[in-house]
T-cell receptor
Framework: AQTVTQSQPEMSVQEAETVTLSCTYD???????LFWYKQPPSRQMILVIR??????QNATENRFSVNFQKAAKSFSLKISDSQLGDAAMYFC????????????????FGTGTRLTIIP | DGGITQSPKYLFRKEGQNVTLSCEQN?????MYWYRQDPGQGLRLIYY???????QKGDIAEGYSVSREKKESFPLTVTSAQKNPTAFYLC???????????FGPGTRLTVL
């Protein structure tokens, strides 16, 4: 079974600075997806960024980028020019590439990192 | 606007009662999911459904039941057999095989 580990329960960053959130995972599969989701105080889960394991290029979405190290099974999220609206819980998640009826349909989540933005 | 709606936002229930949480989507998504979120933990999968009239147990299905009679709707019933039902419940849906899941706003269930 796959596992996802987020070793930083809480992080803080000064507004306009850059912060990196860590995520490691364990899997025996070679093809999969990795995601970062944001959960603000409203508690709605919002997709931040997605990475396909077969792609070597790191995904970017505006101020958000990832550092995907497949061999090390590491998937960190970098937030540049941090804004007050970035304050939230951030969850790293794993999903198998191919979906079948054998239990690989689900997203496996880490325990989250609470990010605080200091004005 | 397309999206996923969950109702109610807050729900209170007396111990020993069954309660049903609603999840509706107008995104024409094929698959739907129910997750449970507890403090200090990530989301855990309760049930999922890839097509109408079919659903599969997730990691923590005991004490829960679902139905999928329509593509748009995937209600979750929390039964009295669920030992610790107080939690935040999130519904999600997905279009196609390779796409990410989109989440509803969630329902906070409190057992009194």
């Amino acid at each position: 079974a796959q596992t996802v580990t987020q070793s930083q329960p809480e992080m803080s960053v000064q507004e306009a600075e850059t912060v990196t959130l860590s995520c490691t995972y364990d899997t025996s599969e070679s093809d999969y997806y990795l995601f970062w989701y944001k959960q603000p105080p409203s508690r709605q889960m919002i997709l931040v960024i997605r990475q396909e394991a077969y792609k070597q290029q790191n995904a970017t979405e505006n101020r958000f980028s990832v550092n995907f190290q497949k061999a090390a099974k590491s998937f960190s999220l970098k937030i540049s020019d941090s804004q007050l609206g970035d304050a939230a819980m951030y969850f790293c998640a794993y999903r198998s590439l191919f979906i079948s009826n054998f239990g690989n349909e689900k997203l496996t989540f880490g325990t989250g990192t609470r990010l605080t933005i200091i004005p | 606007d397309g999206g996923i709606t969950q109702s109610p936002k807050y729900l209170f229930r007396k111990e020993g009662q069954n309660v049903t949480l609603s999840c509706e989507q107008n995104l024409n998504h094929d698959a739907m999911y129910w997750y449970r979120q507890d403090p200090g933990q990530g989301l855990r999968l309760i049930y999922y459904s890839q097509i109408v009239n079919d659903f599969q147990k997730g990691d923590i299905a005991e004490g829960y039941s679902v139905s999928r009679e329509k593509k748009e709707s995937f209600p979750l019933t929390v039964t009295s057999a669920q030992k610790n039902p107080t939690a935040f419940y999130l519904c999600a849906s997905r279009l196609g095989t390779y796409n990410e899941q989109f989440f509803g706003p969630g329902t906070r269930l409190t057992v009194l």
